[in-house]
């Protein structure tokens, strides 16, 4: 089961939103993502004009690039577990202040075959949005398919941030 058309068409989708609503209003968005694997940064940057909203994103894959990239150290996550809301919302504002943005945005999940090594199950994803508002939540797809998970990770994160927009 790979990722489908409506799965790009739901990033480019919300991606458009995205970029129509931080353009209108004059703010910035940084990504911090991580099992997405870049991803969510492709889809924004799809978007003709992207570099009038979007500063940029980290992969932050591995603790290495964590650090590196968004100079979350591990003294930071003291009593916080990864592929949680908790974890989602710590890169989110490190990547929006990072680079001096209005509006982070995060992803962190499991994205298979198999579980994480800490108990999650393959197609668990946290994102979070840190900005005026905050907000975070946990999708399972409740299977292992590596790729179409990355893709409904992206789609869960933009359309979070999407929803968010549009509440403001």
Known sequence: MGAGMSD???????AQTIAEILILRKETLAVA????GGLIS????????ASAFFLGGAVAYTYQAREAFL???????KG???STEAYALLLARAART??????????TGTAGPTGSRYGFNAGRTCVAVVGPKEQSLIVETGHGDRAAN???FAATALGLMARVLADL
């Open 80 to 82: 916080i577990t990864p």
């Open 42 to 49: 492709a889809a924004l940057l799809a978007v003709p004009g």
């Open 98 to 107: 990072r680079l001096s943005a209005n509006w982070g945005l995060a992803e």
């Open 8 to 14: 790009v068409n739901a990033l480019s989708a919300h």
């Open 71 to 77: 100079q979350v150290q591990a003294a930071d996550l």
């Open 150 to 152: 990355m893709q409904a």
């Open 33 to 36: 993502e991580s099992s997405a």
